[in-house]
């Protein structure tokens, strides 16, 4: 499948990506060519095979859920160049 132009050019609008000329070329071949790679698995005869929603037999594989030593606010704090109330001041990253 080739992609064209105008297809590379909407899916950099949807990724909000700006793309010069050259970047839309090199893309388009690319993308063109990762989709060629994907035909392949049309080809791939599934007519009997059994539909699975999960190939590997894992449930709920979690860690225990164990309390470990942690360390003194106060030394994890004398590591932080600004403080405030205990915490970690950092600047603010929201409006």
Do not use: C, W
Not at 16 to 30: N, V
Not at 48 to 66: G, Y
Request: aromatic share 6%; hydrophobic share 40%; no cysteine.
């Amino acid at each position: 499948m080739n992609l064209s132009k105008e297809e590379v050019q909407h899916i950099a609008l949807l990724a909000r990506l700006g793309l010069s000329e050259a970047d839309i070329e090199k893309f388009r071949i690319q993308l063109s060519q990762i989709l060629q790679n994907f035909e392949v698995l049309n080809e791939v005869d599934t007519a009997n095979l059994e539909a699975t929603a999960q190939s590997i037999p894992l449930n709920n594989v979690f860690r225990a859920d164990d309390p470990k030593h942690s360390y003194p606010p106060h030394e994890i704090l004398a590591n932080a160049p600004q403080q405030e109330a205990g915490y970690f001041k950092v600047k603010a990253v929201l409006e």
